[in-house]
């Protein structure tokens, strides 16, 4: 899905200023200057960020011609697949809950990246295989790229 879809869904029901707090909330703190939300900025763009950008950036900068998403493959897409795992990212969030409890709601921005795209991915490349590298199995759903009112009300 978008980006910024990620970042806004993140902060609004992963960070303490958000649903995750509940109704205490932050009590008036103002919403960048609360880590939580920020982290849940961070976790909710993971997933693109690390998969993504970084080949992204090399197609741009070797000047390469043709659209970007057709070429991408190879190590990049088990990259994309790992990050898009509900598995991998309720693994780090469940380790975090341990490790970092304060950390642990904005890492649910994670999985909840990985649950909207796997509704709103269909069947191919970019299908979100929620149980990868266990399984091959993903939700076909709708390519929010074909349906402009699907991605307007997202």
């Not at 990212?89 to 409890?101: D, F, K, N, Q």
């Not at 990868?132 to 939700?139: A, E, R, T, V």
């Amino acid at each position: 899905m978008d980006i910024l879809a990620h970042a806004l869904y993140g902060v609004t029901v992963c960070s303490r200023a958000g649903l995750a707090g509940g109704r205490e909330g932050t009590r008036g703190t103002r919403l960048w200057r609360e880590p939580t939300a920020w982290w849940a900025l961070a976790f909710g763009l993971l997933p693109d960020v690390v998969s993504m950008w970084i080949p992204f950036l090399f197609h741009v900068v070797s000047g390469a011609d043709g659209n970007f998403f057709r070429h991408f493959d190879g190590g990049w897409l088990t990259v994309y697949r790992v990050m898009h795992s509900l598995v991998i990212s309720l693994a780090v969030a469940g380790l975090l809950r341990t490790w970092r409890p304060r950390l642990f709601a904005a890492s649910l921005a994670w999985p909840l990246h990985v649950m909207m795209d796997a509704v709103s991915h269909s069947d191919g490349k970019f299908q979100t295989l929620l149980f990868y590298p266990f399984s091959d199995w993903g939700i076909n759903g709708i390519a929010w790229w074909q349906h402009r009112e699907f991605f307007l009300g997202y």
